[in-house]
């Protein structure tokens, strides 16, 4: 994005995104995963903690798919076990936002010093890779779910500052920002309504994103057998407890959490492809056609 | 500025983050809440042999002094002893760390020349048929988690459709040389999880310098399309090329947590989670400080190798 451009607003990103099959195709997977996650546990035929029995029986009596570790039923286990990772993952993703745009933002504008500082520090919680500094924090305080959406948060906040930083950069130098300041308006408000709506597309593309990867990592601690509560259904983990009997009878208890882990992560990632393209069609004028 | 002085810039860069990196790790596993003594020996220890092994672990010393004591064994190759199995880091990480260079550059050997084919081609066919659907398929590989990949590859290969490969690993005395057919499916899964990255970024980069101006000046000169292609386009693409690579180190470095787990291969990934479980202290902190600085080294070589081979740069620093 060049200097002097005629910069989109945040509603045409939407619309022109909302245009294209592929958001369309991931919003509606998006929004029947999260349905089944956070109501689904009002559909299961038995308790989270209700045991059939027999574990990791495919024909059990009254049982659609089965059970699993313990003699849980399959079916109910994964229509409570998609919250936690969904919870996790959005709040995660929202501190990193919030915090990952005001770091971007400061640092864009002031510049020099603090700019410098600020992303050398950033530099700095880049050099670890981000499920290496959670589980850090979990060998820490233990693996508690507001820890691991505080560690994953925080560790995405670089990420974002960067995007926002380099984004920022050129319109803090367009004439706008100056008449701002000339008119004497307070630093926060150029900050919030002068220079952020002018940052508001790739920090769409970037909000999809990185919900995209904080699904796979807040998954993947689950899977590493990482989560607050061990007896919680929880579908990283449910991954985990069931992939040794995955050859033997009983494959729905992989499958299932697989299944579900893999349409979220590819419909969000869809959902952030059809909102860059939107971003870089309005950019060249295209998506108005 | 000269090219020497941006080399020797960024090379203090790249120490100054591994040593406020050394800082975090240090102080962040510090702050442990249980007494490692203490869960050492179990419920039933006394007070004096508590004590005891709290002398012995350097426990009792101020944490400046812990602290430049570990920094100093780290720097000597005596990183200390791990809590748990009671032997020295060394002796319980060296085939781990051989294990795990293994399997990252046999994963590597794959995804950069794959990434770069892929990159290149639909570069050229842009916006055809081949370029939209691999693009779209690049994009649901990107999407998805490594567990997830590795998970539907066992799904396929290992257990319920085809069962032609192993769907764990049992590495043995000989080494991951002698179970060549163990590493399929370990080495696929961080292939199909790095090339996404590398062949998208190839593409962009590829089709930036194509569009750029000394492209189409020498295109209008009427220079052959092969001598455009290779002393112009290729050097001026190769920057975001090993920055790219760079990333995909850097992505291994995490990636081996999850997937060495998943597999259960005898590596640093794996050993770290397994670290995690039982609180081992001292192997956290170098296995943090390990991967640390793989990451940090290669993306140090990278934009240092950016600035040598893009001839742009080079003349902008002089």
Not at chain 1, 132 to 153: E, H, P, S
Not at chain 2, 298 to 315: Q, S
Request: hydrophobic letters at 55%.
């Amino acid at each position: 994005m060049t200097i002097g451009q005629v910069v989109p607003a945040a509603p045409s990103i939407v619309k022109a995104a909302w245009r294209m099959w592929r958001t369309r195709i991931g919003a509606l997977i998006v929004l029947v995963l999260v349905a089944f996650a956070l109501f689904g546990r009002f559909l299961a035929p038995f308790g989270e903690n209700e045991s059939l029995g027999l574990p990791n029986k495919a024909n059990i009596e009254g049982s659609w798919l089965g059970t699993g570790k313990l003699g849980y039923d399959v079916w109910t286990r994964f229509l409570y076990g998609g919250r936690p990772i969904l919870v996790q993952a959005v709040l995660s993703t929202v501190l990193a936002l919030s915090l990952g745009t005001l770091v971007g933002l400061v640092a864009a504008y002031n510049r020099r010093r603090l700019d410098d500082f600020l992303m050398r520090a950033m530099d700095v919680i880049l050099a670890l890779p981000q499920i290496i500094l959670v589980l850090v924090v979990i060998a820490m305080f233990g693996a508690k779910a507001w820890l691991v959406v505080l560690a994953v948060g925080l560790s995405t906040v670089p990420r974002i500052a960067r995007v926002v930083r380099g984004a920022a950069v050129a319109v803090v130098e367009r004439d706008f920002v100056a008449s701002a300041e000339a008119l004497g308006e307070s630093r926060p408000r150029i900050l919030v309504s002068e220079i952020l709506p002018n940052v508001i597309a790739p920090l769409l593309v970037e909000a999809n994103l990185r919900l995209t990867y904080a699904v796979g990592i807040i998954g993947g601690i689950g899977f590493l057998g990482f989560t607050s509560d061990p007896g919680a259904a929880n579908w990283g983990l449910m991954i985990n407890e069931h992939r040794g009997v995955l050859a033997a009878e009983q494959p729905w208890g992989t499958m299932l959490p697989v299944t579900a882990i893999a349409l979220l992560t590819i419909a969000t990632g869809l959902i952030a492809d059809g909102v860059s393209r939107a971003a870089a069609g309005i950019d060249r004028g295209t998506a108005q056609a | 500025m000269g090219v020497w002085k941006f080399v020797g810039r960024r090379i203090l860069l790249g120490l100054v983050t591994l040593w406020v990196v050394s800082v975090v790790v240090f102080a962040a596993t510090q702050l442990l809440p249980s007494d490692p003594a203490r869960a050492i020996l179990g419920r039933d220890a006394t007070e004096a042999s508590i004590k005891a092994l709290q002398e012995k672990l350097g426990l009792d010393r101020p944490p400046v002094e812990q602290y430049t004591s570990w920094l100093a064994g780290l720097l000597t190759g005596d990183p200390g002893e791990s809590f748990n199995a009671r032997v020295p880091i060394g002796e319980y990480i060296g085939d781990r760390v051989y294990n795990s260079m293994f399997l990252l550059v046999l994963a590597s050997v794959f995804s950069i020349p794959l990434s770069l084919i892929i990159g290149a081609y639909t570069a050229r066919k842009r916006d055809r048929a081949f370029d939209n659907i691999t693009s779209n398929i690049m994009l649901a590989l990107a999407s998805l988690p490594e567990f997830v990949v590795g998970l539907f590859l066992v799904l396929l290969f290992a257990t319920r459709y085809w069962k032609i490969l192993p769907a764990v690993t049992a590495i043995g005395a000989g080494g991951p040389w002698e179970h060549l057919d163990q590493m399929i499916l370990p080495t696929a899964t961080l292939v199909l999880g790095a090339v996404p990255y590398i062949a998208r970024t190839a593409r962009a980069s590829i089709i930036e310098v194509n569009e750029s101006d000394y492209v189409e000046m020498a295109r209008l000169k009427g220079a052959p399309e092969k001598t455009v292609l290779w002393r112009h386009a290729v050097p001026n693409a190769l920057g975001p090329v090993f920055q790219v690579i760079a990333l995909n180190i850097a992505y291994f470095a995490g990636g081996v947590i999850v997937v060495e787990f998943l597999f259960n291969y005898p590596g640093i990934g794996g050993a770290l989670a397994a670290s995690v479980r039982v609180r081992d202290t001292p192997v956290i902190q170098f296995l943090a400080m390990v991967l640390a600085g793989v990451y940090v080294l290669t993306n140090m070589l990278a934009d240092l190798a950016t600035v040598f081979v893009t001839p742009r740069l080079r003349t902008r620093l002089k």
